[in-house]
């Protein structure tokens, strides 16, 4: 039997901004429990964590359930892919050692099942903005990384937790728009110009912006944006012929 691959992002586990954060992560836990069966792959694409900073020898507390699962996915033999956001781009080596998952810092061009798959976090990536360009710069700045872990661990995770609430807090705030529109939303213009040199590419998966979008790009191209699970618990899946974009709600997970 031909087992299904599935992708989602941006659960940031641990957000002081999200009342219901045992809920929710109990809700992922189950959405993954029931496909352990179903899957060959998952393909984590960011921002799984609301902050994640990993020093040498501690790491941050909680997430048990999540990286319990986890665990077991890849103990069972399922392939899981974890790619690095905004928010949780301080990953060094537990990820693997401890729970098996493969790590991605850049966007990851392969095959699968014979379609040709383009997947990405999405921050970065078409987006003008100045201060985000210029944060994402210091965030990923050796020195800048360095000196934040010289910190005490008491210190620097109080820092890196009230950051992230702010950010949640903030965008929740400025109403970020669902939908700018084709001719505006940034992962859909960087998609279509990467596009020209790259025809060869069937899907374009990201996360980053929480929309849920399912757009045809051309008769042979479709760019799917993920949502998130904080609101919309939202999935994509490929059962080698078909890729859907859907929504889990707890015992109807089909493929």
């Known amino acids: 039997m031909v087992k299904s691959v599935y992708f989602l992002s941006d659960a940031h586990l641990g957000s002081r901004a999200i009342p219901h954060g045992r809920t929710q992560e109990r809700r992922l836990v189950n959405f993954l429990d029931s496909i352990k069966d179903k899957a060959s792959a998952v393909y984590l694409l960011g921002d799984m964590f609301d902050f994640w900073y990993e020093f040498r020898t501690v790491v941050p507390k909680g997430y048990t359930r999540f990286l319990g699962k986890i665990s077991e996915l890849t103990d069972r033999g399922v392939e899981v892919h974890y790619f690095t956001g905004n928010h949780d781009l301080w990953c060094k080596d537990y990820f693997t050692a401890e729970c098996g998952m493969i790590i991605h810092r850049q966007p990851l061009t392969l095959e699968l099942f014979g379609k040709e798959f ?52 903030k965008h929740a705030t400025d109403e970020e728009p669902e939908y700018m529109g084709e001719g505006r939303e940034h992962l859909v213009l960087y998609t279509k110009e990467y596009l020209k040199s790259h025809p060869s590419i069937n899907y374009f998966i990201y996360g980053h912006r929480h929309i849920e979008l399912d757009l045809m790009l051309s008769s042979t191209t479709r760019i799917l944006i993920l949502g998130d699970w904080i609101t919309h618990f939202s999935y994509a899946v490929f059962d080698g012929v078909n890729l859907f974009l859907e929504n889990y709600i707890e015992g109807e997970t089909k493929l």
């Open 118 to 169: 383009y997947l990405a976090h999405g921050d970065g990536l078409g987006d003008p903005n100045r201060s985000f360009k210029l944060l994402r710069s210091m965030f990923h700045n050796r020195t800048l990384q360095r000196l934040f872990s010289s910190l005490h661990p008491r210190w620097s995770m109080e820092m890196g937790l009230n950051w992230a609430k702010h950010s949640r807090l």
